[in-house]
């Protein structure tokens, strides 16, 4: 059993010209803009959690490119379901800094404001894959022309809801895109360990469509299967899975250790096929990329990261909200635990 | 008026949600071709066709996870899980999920599925098709638990759970399914979800129970004819009519809860408590409680030792009524 292998930007950032997509270079920037603007804010998020101003925090640091690259690639009126280690696709997907920040640092309130469309973040794992099965499902019922788009990690293919969202997307033909994060590890269990299979994207053929392996630290590439698999898939021809071959330079969260189960010289293997660097070489060599451009986006991204952060901080949470947004109209007993805490709430305001 | 039974009813509840709203569908395992194994979606697939009266694959995660996705897209979709004893899948994507999609998006997004299944004990049935489950539901918040004890409440019920913004789960007692027919009118009326209802008005005590079990304390009432007996059906229990016992109690002075639930913390433990904190110092007795025992239903052959029955109700009563 095989799938095909998708890579147009190698590690040397040398292109295939062949399979070039034909973007535009407003596009080109963008994405890479995009990719720098995700670092910068991993970098300042883990710097916050370990200051105690953020809660636990999965970086995606080396996983820019399999992100943002699937991002671009939609509509913005698809689906978009992530699991929780997609930042660089929520920022892509135009979702405000400011309320990325506010969720990680404890705030559900920050969820109210996302454009529709785009899906909470799931922290359970595999679990929102069924979710995006019944959405693509909807819009095909309801006569839509959009897809949907879920991201999930090696991890999630030994869920049984993997299984179960695919199995259903095989049978109804859903306009379905399953994105999966290959980054080699789940926390500390390694790929190989999750699965006797050779590959993950080969699972979709066992489900009854197409499933391909991509270079997931080349955007180019991860860019093209997506739009390809979204383009098929509003247009009738049902559900893809997409596996972004890449790496997890980080810790799994900033509450893990990961010298404890894999060696430094992976790691250092891997910072040879940094996404970001490669795209740097070939915007270098169209013209678009220098050391200028690069102070000067750097720049400006860090004082976009530093705004955000400080919005976010300033964020006052409603206790109220607890209740609020329970049931549509809330039942008596919430009521009356609401006022029970609103009671002892103001009695320490009075001390 | 015709009578129908409580199949019928619900039949009749999903035929016309489903004329009058297109976006409402019917999704489970055998619930198209098949008409369900209980018959309930009988005939929707010839009316509605394949892509509102779906046959799922085998999968009660899938069916719920996938129905949580098609209700955030605007879909009503009634999803049925063949046998409770198989709702135990679904409570990840219910807890997980369902139950906090308004909560987590603040609003943006809500989730207005029902799941429907048959519930409990009562009809010899093999292991994991004779169990009462609402109390794991009933536990997480976001939910709304429904369990019906007739046909025109089922109708009635069903429909208020298919219009509720928020996701239901609604328990057919598939002992009560056939057992008799009561006058159902066609077309529109809802019974309201969060209320309960006095089957027998009485001063002396207070029986409160739901489903099948409030069949079973109506039959228990002609062996204690000699004491008044108050007898709610809760028929929502959650959110729970409160007020309902409580008002009822401070009348009565002495209550019995009767469930098929195991007891312990089962939706009894709940009703106590309630009546604990409101309505204390009314109480003449402590209150008793009649359920299921800490134990897996058994198989046919004991279930009459499981489930209380007439006798035991009535023994209940008059054990609360000689304190």
């Known amino acids: 059993m095989s799938v095909d292998w998708l890579q147009i930007l190698d590690a040397e950032g040398n292109v295939e010209e062949d399979l070039e997509p034909k973007l535009d270079n407003g596009m080109l920037e963008k994405f890479y803009r995009t990719m720098v603007l995700t670092r910068l804010f991993d970098d300042k998020a883990l710097k916050l959690q370990r200051q105690g101003r953020m809660l636990t925090y999965g970086s995606s640091l080396g996983q820019e490119a399999s992100v943002i690259g699937s991002a671009y690639a939609m509509n913005p009126d698809d689906w978009f379901f992530p699991s929780f280690r997609e930042h660089g696709a929520q920022i892509a997907r135009g979702i405000p800094l400011k309320l990325l920040y506010t969720y990680w640092m404890g705030h559900e309130d920050a969820n109210l404001s996302l454009p529709y469309r785009n899906f909470p973040v799931a922290i359970p794992v595999s679990t929102q894959i069924p979710h995006a099965v019944g959405a693509a499902w909807a819009a ?16 999630a293919t030994s869920e049984g809801d993997f299984h179960e969202g695919l199995n259903f997307a095989g ?19 390694p790929r190989e360990r999750q699965t006797a299979s050779k590959t993950l994207a080969q699972k979709a053929l066992a489900y009854g469509f197409e499933g391909v392996q991509v270079d997931g630290n080349d955007v180019l590439a991860v860019y093209s299967a997506t739009k390809a698999a979204l383009d098929k898939a509003r247009a009738g021809g ?52 220098s050391q200028d451009y690069e102070n000067n986006l750097t720049k400006e991204l860090t004082e976009q990261v530093e705004k955000a952060v ?31 805490l609103l009671a002892y709430v103001s009695k320490k305001m009075g001390r | 008026m015709a009578k129908f039974n409580m199949v019928q009813a619900l039949n009749l509840a999903l035929r016309e949600e489903m004329e009058r709203d297109p976006t409402v569908l019917v999704m489970g395992e055998d619930v198209g071709v098949d008409g369900g194994v209980f018959r309930v979606t009988e005939g929707l697939l010839n009316k509605f066709g394949s892509e509102r009266v779906i046959d799922t694959p085998l999968a009660e995660s899938g069916i719920v996870g996938t129905a949580i996705g098609m209700a955030v897209s605007g879909l009503k979709p009634v999803a049925e899980i063949q046998f409770e004893g198989f709702s135990y899948l679904t409570i990840d994507q219910l807890a997980a999920h369902a139950s906090r999609i308004r909560y987590r998006s603040r609003g943006t997004y809500h989730c207005p599925l029902v799941m429907r299944s048959p519930y409990g004990g009562g009809v010899k049935a093999l292991e994991h098709h004779s169990e009462a489950v609402a109390t794991f539901f009933i536990h997480i918040p976001g939910l709304k638990v429904v369990i019906p004890s007739s046909p025109y409440d089922a109708k009635g019920l069903l429909i208020s759970a298919i219009r509720d913004p928020d996701p239901v789960i609604f328990f057919e007692p598939k002992r009560l399914y056939r057992a008799f027919r009561e006058e159902v009118p066609e077309g529109e009326y809802t019974v309201p979800l969060g209320e309960g209802k006095k ?21 228990a009432l002609q062996q204690v004819k000699d004491v008044s007996v108050e007898l709610i059906d809760l028929r929502t229990l959650s959110p729970m009519d409160e007020r309902i016992i409580i008002e009822s109690i401070k009348k009565t002075g002495r209550a019995a809860v009767v469930h098929e639930e195991p007891r312990t913390l ?8 309630r009546i604990n904190e409101k309505a204390f110092l009314y109480l003449e007795a402590p209150v008793k409680r009649l359920t299921g025992y800490d134990v897996p239903v058994p198989l046919p052959k004991l279930e009459d030792y499981y489930l209380p029955d007439a006798e035991r109700v009535a023994d209940a009563i008059k054990e609360v009524m000689a304190f």
């Open chain 1, 140 to 155: 095909k019922i309801l006569k839509q022309n959009i897809a949907s788009v879920v991201y999930f990690g090696d991890g």
């Open chain 2, 199 to 219: 089957l027998t008005e009485g001063d002396d005590i207070t029986l409160i129970s739901w489903g099948s079990m409030a069949r079973v304390c109506l039959e």
């Open chain 1, 238 to 289: 049902g559900p893809a899975m997409i596996e972004c071959f890449t790496y997890r330079m980080s810790a799994h969260t900033t509450s893990d250790d990961p010298t404890k189960y894999r060696q430094m010289a992976e790691v250092e293997e891997w910072k040879k096929k940094d996404p970001i660097k490669r795209f740097q070489i070939y915007l270098s060599k169209k013209g678009i990329w």
């Open chain 2, 266 to 273: 089962g939706p009894g433990a709940e009703v106590v408590a």
């Open chain 1, 171 to 189: 049978v109804f033909k859903t306009p379905t895109v399953f994105i999966c994060q290959n980054n080699q590890y789940a926390i500390s269990m």
């Open chain 1, 310 to 340: 400080e919005e976010a901080e300033s964020f006052k949470p409603d206790v109220e909200n607890m209740f609020r947004y329970v049931y549509a109209e809330m039942p008596p007993h919430l009521r009356e635990q609401k006022d029970e």
